[in-house]
DNA sequence: CGGAGGTTTGACCACACTCAAGCTGCGTGG
DNA sequence: CCACGCAGCTTGAGTGTGGTCAAACCTCCG
């Protein structure tokens, strides 16, 4: 477990890395490496909570199903973000895979036990929540926009900044890790409305799309304008 | 300073109701007792964030200014709740008070400290701050309902909540804390549309407004149903 | 009594939703 | 390899809800 450790790509980004070489190794002892295919629920509302885990690779999305059946997105999960709500007794949401995942998961009982042995864990748990909590308040600012366009073009530019490595600017070219309803879930839209801003993008040259999932970013700096929002900055966790 | 803790409203419920006798009286060392008036500002975001604090009594709000001007409720706080971005160096949002309010401020320095010397006080922090996280999901799933009915429906069952001593029953006579204009600004509507669906409440029967503040749920079951979502939860932090 | 800020109500209009029809991409099986 | 089917996406036409603009109305305070 050491040795998934030693070649784990989010290692010096993810809550685990502020610990030192023999406590990471304690902690590693109790963690398990799985992996989950696209789709896949991780955690069931209702169920009992009783394991967290940090996302190593893919993506999630954390949704909850109101009383009249309807989907809604509160939050995406990227590589190093920690899942687990970890003082609730029964998880208050879904959490499913958008893509082939990898993750490190623990028992409640396990982090709980960590986070009391190792209170530079807690702190930096507390940090992430923290973050977390902010990336929510940026999502609340982003459906809180009026008109569907700067609401369109803010997620794009969030999702262009998440898909890009060089953490200021977007990525030119990427995939939405979103389907059309997610993100109009996601924005308190319709799929059409959102369909059509992204029409109206690509007819005035600011986009471009590739095949269903792709998005070339022609001029980000019309983008920021016509969607106004400079920079809701990443909604997503990492 | 100890002897304000005898007398805190909050003792037992804010963050520090987790350290003994002891440790409470080092914390209550380090801490001030400060009033401030309504529509005084506590924070204002971009300012270096030197300090946090604990609401005793009163209500405050938490927004931001996004770039067109345009102002953002994120958050309520009522008594207990804990105001502070422990780990950013300026201050990303404004935290205003809603009604007169009384707190309990610690500098960073020492609330920093604190949490090193008493990882229960962290294990606290990071519980209140997985609740506001919550909370801000719930606030995101009244945001996201379509219909602007559902929207002041379910934000009047949560101020009732938040209203009312006993946790799980709606207060049946109350004042609401937020002016029209804030309440639309939560809901993502305007302050017409709200008033339009209160007079609509109210010529149903299911509510009576009493002056500009003030509530009488008069059939908070019709409320439920007109407004759907069976209890979004309070969505204040306390 | 007067003024100001907040609230209510009305008339009108636009933007986003609904409903419905094609279209595209993609996997499956003949 | 093409035919088929399906799911997701796009596009269109018509409608309705909530936004905009504007005026009247409280309520609180000086």
Redesign the interface.
């Known amino acids: 477990m050491s040795f998934a450790c030693d070649t784990c790509p989010v290692r010096d980004r993810a809550a685990c890395s502020v610990l030192d070489e023999s406590e990471r190794q304690a902690l590693a002892a109790a963690g398990r490496i799985r992996d989950i295919g696209r789709g896949d629920i991780l955690f069931h509302a209702g169920d009992e909570m009783t394991a967290c885990a940090t996302l190593i690779s893919g993506a999630l999305k954390?949704t909850?199903i109101?009383?009249?059946g309807e989907e809604?997105i509160?939050?995406l999960v990227h590589p190093s973000g920690f899942i687990g709500?970890?003082?609730?007794p029964f998880a208050?949401?879904d959490v499913v895979a958008l893509t082939d995942s990898k993750l490190c998961t623990f028992s409640r009982a396990n982090m709980d036990g960590a986070?009391?042995r190792f209170?530079s864990l807690?702190?930096a748990?507390?940090?992430r929540?923290?973050?977390?909590?902010?990336r929510?308040?940026l999502?609340?600012?982003l459906?809180?926009?009026?008109s569907a366009n700067e609401k369109v073009g803010s997620l794009l530019l969030a999702m262009a900044q998440a898909a890009s490595d060089s953490p200021c600017h977007p990525a030119a070219l990427f995939d939405l890790p979103l389907s059309r309803g997610e993100m109009a879930?996601m924005l308190?839209l319709t799929i059409e409305t959102v369909s059509r801003q992204l029409s109206r993008l690509e007819k005035s040259g600011i986009i471009r799309r590739e095949g269903a999932r792709g998005i070339a970013l022609l001029d980000p700096a019309r983008l920021r304008l016509s969607g106004?929002?400079?920079a809701v900055g990443p909604i997503v966790s990492h």
Chains 1, 2 share one sequence.
């Open positions: 954390v909850s109101d009383p009249d809604r509160l939050a709500e970890m003082f609730q208050q949401f986070i009391e209170p807690a702190r748990l507390l940090r929540s923290q973050e977390d909590l902010h929510a308040h999502l609340l600012q459906t809180g926009k009026h879930n308190g106004i929002s400079p």
